[in-house]
T-cell receptor
Framework: EAGVVQSPRYKIIEKKQPVAFWCNPISGHNTLYWYLQNLGQGPELLIRYENEEAVDDSQLPKDRFSAERLKGVDSTLKIQPAELGDSAVYLC????????????FGPGTRLTVT | AQKVTQAQTEISVVEKEDVTLDCVYETRDTTYYLFWYKQPPSGELVFLIRRNSFDEQNEISGRYSWNFQKSTSSFNFTITASQVVDSAVYFCALSEAPDKIIFGKGTRLHILP
C-alpha cells in the first residue's frame, strides 16, 4: 500500500512569492490533515478535511493561507504571499475514518523563505 | 486544556546503552489517548504506539517499552540496547478528542557509534 505522498519535498522561495504544496493521501482515506511543524517543535494542525469539506480550519491563517481538496482526494495548501516566518515543514496526514488515532503521515515539504 | 511536555530537548547516548525519553501530559478528561511517534531524518512521522487512558499496562515491543503511570501523568519510552538507527526525533502526543492530536516539542535522540 502506497503511503501519503507529498511534493515538492523541498522549496526555496523569496518572501512575498506564492507557494503551493500538494498531498496525495492513502487510497480510501477520507480524512486529510495539514500540519505545520516549526523547527524544534511538534506538528500543529492547520486544517482537517472530511472528504471535500474543511471541518476544522480554525488554526489556518486565512489572510495568506488557503487550502482545497477537490474531489475529496488530493489536496493543495497555498501560501500567498509567503513571509520569512513561514519557513517550516508542512506535513500532510490521512486517516480512514476521521480519527486522528490512525493517522499516517507523509514525508513533508520543507519550505525556506528568504 | 491539554498539554504535553517533553523536558528533554536532546539526548546523546553511546550505542547499546539504554535510554528513556520522558513525557508528562496534562488533561482534564478521563478518557484520552497517548502516543509516541518517531521522526527520522527523512521527515515522516512514524507511529510507534497508542495507549488509552484505561489501560495502564506497560508494553514491550522488541527493544522498545513504554511505562504509563496515570498517578504521575507520565508516559515514558525506553529503548533498550540502543542502535544508531534509533537516532531520530521522538514525539509524545495526547488526544482527548478523536479528531485532534496535540504533540509535544519532541526529544532529539543521538545514538553514537
Amino acid at each position: 500500500e502506497a503511503g501519503v505522498v507529498q511534493s515538492p519535498r523541498y522549496k526555496i522561495i523569496e518572501k512575498k512569492q506564492p507557494v503551493a504544496f500538494w498531498c496525495n493521501p492513502i487510497s480510501g482515506h477520507n480524512t486529510l490533515y495539514w500540519y505545520l511543524q516549526n523547527l524544534g517543535q511538534g506538528p500543529e494542525l492547520l486544517i482537517r478535511y472530511e472528504n471535500e469539506e474543511a471541518v476544522d480550519d480554525s488554526q489556518l491563517p486565512k489572510d495568506r493561507f488557503s487550502a482545497e481538496r477537490l474531489k475529496g482526494v488530493d489536496s493543495t495548501l497555498k501560501i500567498q504571499p509567503a513571509e520569512l516566518g513561514d519557513s517550516a515543514v508542512y506535513l500532510c496526514a490521512s486517516s480512514k475514518d476521521g480519527t486522528a488515532y490512525e493517522q499516517y503521515f507523509g514525508p513533508g515539504t520543507r519550505l525556506t523563505v528568504t | 486544556a491539554q498539554k504535553v511536555t517533553q523536558a528533554q530537548t536532546e539526548i546523546s547516548v553511546v550505542e547499546k546503552e539504554d535510554v528513556t525519553l520522558d513525557c508528562v501530559y496534562e488533561t482534564r478528561d478521563t478518557t484520552y489517548y497517548l502516543f509516541w511517534y518517531k521522526q527520522p531524518p527523512s521527515g515522516e512521522l512514524v507511529f510507534l504506539i497508542r495507549r488509552n487512558s484505561f489501560d495502564e499496562q506497560n508494553e514491550i515491543s522488541g527493544r522498545y517499552s513504554w511505562n504509563f503511570q496515570k498517578s504521575t501523568s507520565s508516559f515514558n519510552f525506553t529503548i533498550t540496547a540502543s542502535q544508531v538507527v534509533d537516532s531520530a526525533v521522538y514525539f509524545c502526543a495526547l488526544s482527548e478528542a478523536p479528531d485532534k492530536i496535540i504533540f509535544g516539542k519532541g526529544t532529539r535522540l543521538h545514538i553514537l557509534p
